[in-house]
């Protein structure tokens, strides 16, 4: 849903003292070298200003490092406080998630004493491209990662000043510091920067996401690495479990700064992505498991592989077998170690995470519908994020839409001209994620899976009729052949077709404005089944329904055709909850204020079974059943048919 406002303060624009950046310098904890502390206590001093300063932009109210506000950041290393990390080395074992323990004392604490954790861990001057030419001092950019405050876990702090944290960290390429701050988030004074602590590899590829190729039997790997097209070849070593294994080759993408529309993705929240490649397994064999491995052959020779990992090939279309399908959106990334913790994310976001890894045997595809991870421009959000979800991305296809945080900035070409990407305006997600589109940068597409078509609307760009995607859209639906794939389901990120959340109320359309106005006539025309979106953060589900009149009053088993088309909101995949309206329609037939996602399961072309499940149990709250034949679908309903002529 939005994300500007939500009611945080608005952090003030303001640089009052110009800082000068000596260039690189290791950070290490030494005490006896009190001259090099305040060197980097300078550089970090410098990276707060400028975070600061760009904080005047805009509040991106949803993202946990932009209630940092740190305009009023005094520079105040203390003799008495340190902070160290341990173990230096990280990911011995090949492990890409390792726990690290800081220990801590700070002479005068406050229970609103703070860690930042920044990396890389060495910054320098020379890295930071000046984004205003005007802007004092010269902007050196990076955005702690996370934060957690000293308190956490340690109830004798504030007497004490003494604490022990343990922190969650990830391998994404470079390496990390700890730095300690007193004064709050507000009014932060840095005290004391750790020593370095580093994966053994931190160029490991990392973290595959499977999605959908273009057709039936292709699936795509897409994965993370530090190994550009200059140092190394990358593949996919993959073959049927147990059979022999092949080599495909990967194509490797990369984005600089100049590729984000503004701040705070353009400036500190800027993070090298690395290189992100997708490999393309094709002539799949429907069914089969296949076993595959991440590799890069660098140009000495020497292989770097992930670990092993395996999928289940998709169905033929129309093939008649059990198919299961988790929907869900706006679910969001949070920390398993607590820090960043706000606007109830981990709850929700991890919740609705390991549920699905819980469940994963019964799931065979997997679509989170827009607002990914709410990175919002703090581009070091997206590892975090895809590190979250590999259990599940790594076995099923996750597949994605794109949302007003992935995409929306204004003069952009964005539908909407507000600033919900912070500046990312949709090039993490084109390139973070596969999409089986004709154009990612439109990200528009349809997928079919055994029985299901899938056709994924872009709401971010116009879709009214005339427009290009209106187009696609009324191609995608009408060219499914529905005696063999008759489950048809529309998926948007924001609400084209009915929710009771308060926010579409009090505009009075009960939905997008203008979402409706067109396509409720190809849904009608084509049949659609099942119409899902995210973008509101809660659950809601309605009757059967064409142009605001339910068309067929039965709540739970609906035999026969429907005459309309069911209407679900499923954004409760984590983000901070939507409250409804106290209005009451006749279409609305269930709400549920909380986390949750939507589970269908075809059993045949005759059966469907639509569940809504709580991410805090896992269990069902709301269902349906489908039941019908072939011909039921023939038949016409409200605005259904064409006329038809003696000749017919
Ligand atoms: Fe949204």
Known sequence: MLGVGHGYPKIQTKISVGVLIFGF????????????????????????????????????????????????????????AYVKASPPVLGLKDQNTEWVTIQYSIPNPSIDDWIGVFSPANFSASTCLPENPKATPPLLCTAPIKYQYANYTN??????????????????????????????????????????????????????????????????????????????????????????????????????????????????????????????????????????????????????WSQNYQFRASPYPGQNSLQRVVIFGDMGKDEADGSNEYNNYQRGSLNTTKQLIRDLKNIDIVFHIGDICYANGYLSQWDQFTSQIEPIASTVPYMIASGNHERDWPGTGSFYGNMDSGGECGVLAENMFYVPAQNSAKFWYSTDYGMFRFCIAHTEHDWREGTEQYNFIEHCLASVDRQKQPWLIFLAHRVLGYSSSSFYVDEGSFAEPMGRDSLQKLWQKYKVDIAIYGHVHNYERTCPIYQNICTNEEKHYYKGTLNGTIHVVAGGGGASLAKFTTVQTKWSYFRDFDYGFVKLTAFDHSNLLFEYKKSSDGKVYDSFRISRDYRDILACTVDSCPSTTLAS
């Open 25 to 80: 310098f290791p950070i290490q904890l030494c005490p006896a070298d009190l001259r090099m502390m305040r060197l980097f206590g300078l550089i970090l001093l410098a990276i707060l200003w400028a975070f600061a300063s760009l904080q005047g932009a805009t509040s991106h109210g949803d993202q946990p490092l932009s209630r940092i506000a740190i305009q009023k950041a005094v520079f105040a290393l203390n003799d008495l």
């Open 155 to 304: 109830p004798t702090f504030k007497d004490t000043g003494k604490g022990v944290l343990k922190l969650q960290l990830i391998n994404q390429r470079s390496d990390f510091s700890f730095a300690l701050f007193s004064g709050g988030l507000l009014n932060p004074k840095l005290l004391a920067v750790s020593n370095i602590v580093a994966f053994s590899n931190p160029n490991a590829p990392v973290y595959p996401r499977l999605a959908q190729g273009k057709t039936w039997n292709e699936m795509t790997v897409t994965w993370t690495s530090g190994y550009g097209i200059n140092e190394a070849e990358p593949f996919v070593e993959w073959g049927p479990q147990g059979g022999e294994q092949k080599l495909s080759p990967a194509g490797t993408l990369t984005f600089d700064r100049s590729s984000m529309c503004g701040a705070p993705a353009r400036t500190v929240g800027w993070r090298d992505p690395g290189f992100i490649h997708t490999s393309f397994l094709k002539e799949l064999w429907p069914n089969s498991v296949y076993t595959y491995k991440l590799g890069h052959r660098l140009f000495n020779g020497t292989y770097i």
